[in-house]
């Protein structure tokens, strides 16, 4: 076996998250020592963790893959890592082992996924981190949530989910969306969206995305964009087709629902 083998899932998050998770890590660690700081002996065993982890991460993606964050569990001895790809693993605190997985508790009730709570968690922290002036934005007037949509100007399902915007917006939620063209620079929408993104300021691009929706023919608009990056972002946080709506928790919601339901899943009404 070679011993530098890692998840081909893992090494090809890599390309794609590397830049976008360099913004997180500074946040996370800061949090992590907050967490340790109070139990020296919890801070040992994590920053030999991270020192044991580091070494063989670095072996197994030649220095491109490291720890960002480690969090102890409910399980005794076992730490939640989270390595800049994103990846959540976890491994005891000798970090001679290492599992790729997700983690449940049980409870009376159910089930409980720990892993997928740390993945919001994650996501909503990436979106927060985009500047809004990057997203075009249809305000509430009277806002009580907001959610970020993922949107392809092309998408069927992206028009009808357009199309209720007002009545969206009559609901209190404000829509925030950020570039998703399908099949990346190989879309037929890039272009397109390109001209969007580059339709001067707010209420001009707000307007050309409405246009493009209704599939008019925009100008061929070029400037510096944030597309690309919106994509790959969404690839990082696990967007696979539009739209996508992701809720201020990070919850991820793939795929077409109408204002209703929005309402419902978003503001609990």
């Not at 991460?57 to 005794?76: D, E, N």
């Not at 089930?111 to 979106?127: I, P, S, Y």
């Not at 002036?133 to 993922?150: C, G, L, N, S, Y």
Request: include cysteine; hydrophobic fraction near 40%; glycine fraction near 8%.
């Amino acid at each position: 076996m070679n011993k530098h083998y890692l998840p081909d899932r893992i090494l090809a998050a890599l390309v794609l998250s590397l830049s976008v998770f360099a913004v997180s890590i500074s946040v996370t660690s800061s949090a992590q020592a907050q967490q340790s700081s109070n139990n020296p002996e919890l801070t040992e065993i994590t920053e030999n963790l991270r020192m044991t982890l580091n070494a063989s991460l670095g072996a197994a993606s030649q220095g491109q893959l490291q720890v960002v964050q480690i969090s102890s569990t409910p399980m005794a001895d076992l730490f939640e890592v989270v390595i800049s790809s994103g990846e959540v693993l976890f491994a005891d605190k000798s970090g001679t082992y290492l599992i790729a997985g997700e983690m449940f508790m049980t409870r009376p009730d159910g089930l409980v996924n720990l892993t997928a709570e740390t993945r919001k968690t994650q996501v909503a922290q990436m979106l927060q981190n985009v500047p809004e002036e990057e997203m075009i934005i249809f305000p509430a007037d009277d806002p009580k949530a907001e959610i970020t949509v993922f949107t392809d100007v092309d998408c069927t399902y992206c028009r009808r989910l357009h199309g209720e915007i007002e009545q969206i917006n009559d609901y209190g939620i404000t829509v925030r969306y950020m570039a998703y063209p399908r099949g990346g620079q190989a879309s037929p929408a890039l272009a397109k969206m390109i001209s969007v993104w580059c339709a001067g300021d707010a209420q001009g691009r707000a307007e050309a995305l409405t246009d493009a929706k209704h599939g008019e023919t925009l100008p061929q608009w070029q400037c510096e964009n944030p597309v690309m990056s919106h994509y790959n972002l969404g690839n990082r946080i696990g967007v696979t087709g539009t739209p996508a709506i992701v809720m201020s928790d990070g919850t991820l919601m793939p795929g077409y629902a109408p204002a209703d339901t929005l309402r419902e899943r978003v503001l609990g009404e």
